[in-house]
């Protein structure tokens, strides 16, 4: 446990090290083209007919990954014409709960999502997913993914997912709203909330979230403290060094509630699911949108940025605290197979085939920005935006980090923690109260 943040932060360096080199120029290297049409010698091409179910957060039609799906999905089911997939596309909260509820029956879809490390685990305690070792060695799949990315999804030696992408978070500004509101890009996180205040002042949403999913005002919230901490608050709670009512949890809940309270986001903001919060940004309604960089395909082919409107910054320090360099880190959401499936075999093959695709076809729609699978392509010259190579760049700085707060604490922590910064939206509290709603709650689920 303590070393999860450490292998992330080697995962990305490889990633930066495996994409942004060959984002400006000249490296004629694939994307595994040759095995992209491979898997398990043709699955069930002419056996009995199977139909598989595919619950994926790709409901957005905005978004490049939700043609991407469907175009592998219409490709495999022409190649295997007694394979029906079926697609149930929801947004990250929705599939989340439905995913609890099917679980809790042991009804589970073929193929579902689900979140690294300690929001995977008891789902892999409970025996409900297929080991996917064999088909990955198989394959030779395992050889696609960014090295060490793999380990957040096995548990015991067994490799339980497959993630889609490996990303960090940043903040993606619209150049022409901070023009006409007369605002520079802030430096400071104070800067950041008079910023906010000028762009409210000035008839323009500041920025933009959706947290009626309320991960995401968590992931903000985690930059903040990853900035009056530094790395690894969490993990010095989980190691019995700090408490959650340490002086540095209580000035990031201070800071996030400044925030709020400068009218920094949209009005009803909890009432906006994550599609929707990303669409006010990425309709030129809000002129700043904190989020993973696995944000950047939806924004790259919008049209908020036409004429290279759109640029990102680092989240910078918070009362003078933190380096901009330390970022959120986030490995993905990845796509795991039910152990019972009644179609195992062909729902193996179908989930190997997609993977060996999914870089291929996210370049081709300009999605591959944080994509978990080297990709050895010149984005630049395939026309993706200077926001986009700007974002690859990013990561080429990474010096550190951590990541979610729901993807180290229990489930049951979690869960306080995420009601407990969404409130923050609709009234305020004393950063010492959240912090002691924060340890109590830790300490109830951490029983022995």
């Known amino acids: 446990m303590a070393n999860k943040t450490t292998k992330v932060l080697s995962v990305l360096m490889a990633g930066a090290l495996a994409t942004s080199l060959t984002a400006c120029g000249g490296n004629n290297g694939g994307t595994n083209e040759g095995a992209a049409n491979g898997g398990n010698n043709g699955g069930n091409a002419g056996g009995e007919k199977a139909t598989i179910t595919f619950q994926n957060i790709y409901p957005d039609p905005s978004d490049p990954k939700y043609q991407m799906i469907r175009t592998i999905v219409a490709n495999y089911e022409k190649d295997h014409p007694n394979v029906k997939i079926e697609l149930d596309s929801l947004n990250t909260d929705q599939q989340k709960q439905k995913l609890k509820t099917q679980a809790a029956s042991k009804e589970m879809p073929d193929i579902t999502i689900v979140n690294p490390a300690a929001q995977m685990q008891p789902f892999v305690e409970a025996d409900l997913f297929a080991p996917l070792n064999e088909m990955v060695e198989k394959n030779g799949?395992?050889?696609?993914?960014?090295?060490?990315?793999?380990?957040?999804?096995?548990?015991d030696g067994n490799l339980y997912a497959l993630p889609d992408g490996n990303n960090i978070g940043l903040v993606y500004y619209n150049k022409a709203l901070f023009q006409q509101a007369g605002v520079e890009v802030p430096t400071t996180f104070e800067g950041m909330v008079e910023a906010a205040k000028t762009l409210k002042a000035a008839g323009i949403t500041p920025m933009a979230i959706g947290e009626k999913d309320s991960?995401?005002?968590?992931?903000?919230?985690?930059n903040i403290l990853l900035r009056t901490n530094g790395p690894g608050f969490l993990q010095s709670v989980v190691d019995g060094e700090k408490t959650f009512e340490d002086p540095a949890f209580a000035e990031a809940v201070d800071a996030f509630q400044s925030l709020v309270q400068a009218g920094a986001f949209q009005e009803g903001a909890t009432s906006f699911d994550y599609n929707a919060g990303e669409n006010l940004f990425k309709t030129g309604k809000a002129a700043m949108y904190y989020m993973g960089s696995w944000a950047t395909g939806g924004i790259e082919t919008s049209e908020v940025n036409k004429d290279d409107n759109i640029g990102v910054f680092k989240f910078p320090t918070v009362?003078?605290?933190g380096n901009p360099d330390e970022f959120m880190l986030a490995p993905g959401s990845a796509f795991a197979v039910s152990k019972n499936s009644k179609h195992l075999d062909v729902t193996l093959d179908f989930l190997n085939y997609f993977m060996l695709n999914y870089p291929i076809e996210a370049f081709k729609v300009k999605?591959?920005?944080?994509?978990?699978?080297?990709?050895?392509?010149?984005f630049k010259a395939a026309g993706y935006s200077n926001m986009a190579v700007q974002v690859l760049d990013l990561f080429k700085d990474v010096k550190g980090g951590d990541i979610s707060f729901d993807n180290t604490m229990n489930p049951g922590t979690s869960q306080v923690h995420l009601t407990s910064i969404q409130n923050l939206f609709v009234s305020k509290k004393e950063g010492a109260e959240v912090a002691k709603e924060h340890q109590k709650a830790y300490e109830e689920n951490n029983k022995k």
Request: proline share 0%.
């Open 215 to 222: 991960w995401t005002g968590s992931f903000l919230f985690m």
């Open 319 to 321: 009362n003078g605290k």
């Open 367 to 378: 999605g591959a920005v944080g994509v978990g699978q080297v990709i050895n392509e010149d």
């Open 141 to 155: 799949l395992n050889d696609t993914f960014q090295e060490g990315l793999l380990d957040y999804y096995t548990f």
